[in-house]
Nanobody, 123 residues
Framework: QVQLVESGGGLVQAGGSLRLSCTASGRTVSNYVMGWFRQAPGKEREVVAGIRASGGSTFYADSAKGRFTISRDNAKNTVSLQMNSLKPEDTAVYYC????????????????WGQGTQVTVSS
């Protein structure tokens, strides 16, 4: 089993930045694809970004391109999401997920999920 714990969420003004981190425990996730999803109030959960096990391939939703950067440190069993130029519409609970064989936006292809961290962007 893999346990994922997100951190780094909070309240930030529009235009600001936050860095989310996800720490895995239980086993190494170095051979897992890692993804970040978010769910805003009243909306379905959506993929934000993903990164392959090697870190050589990444995916970004259109809403994240140019503003967010996903990275991973396999030695520390962590994955991060640097979020810049935040907008009020980025307000959501952000979830970290891990899977071995995934389609980026297909939630069911991710095996393990964190509990989420709240990000609130004020206007």
């Amino acid at each position: 089993q893999v346990q994922l714990v997100e951190s780094g969420g909070g309240l930030v003004q529009a235009g600001g930045s936050l860095r989310l981190s996800c720490t895995a425990s239980g086993r190494t996730v170095s051979n897992y694809v890692m993804g970040w999803f978010r769910q805003a109030p009243g909306k379905e959960r959506e993929v934000v970004a993903g990164i392959r096990a090697s870190g050589g391939s990444t995916f970004y939703a259109d809403s994240a391109k140019g503003r967010f950067t996903i990275s991973r440190d396999n030695a520390k069993n962590t994955v991060s999401l640097q979020m810049n130029s935040l907008k009020p519409e980025d307000t959501a609970v952000y979830y970290c997920a891990a899977g071995r064989v995934v389609l980026w936006g297909a939630e069911r292809s991710y095996e393990f999920w964190g509990q989420g961290t709240q990000v609130t962007v004020s206007s």
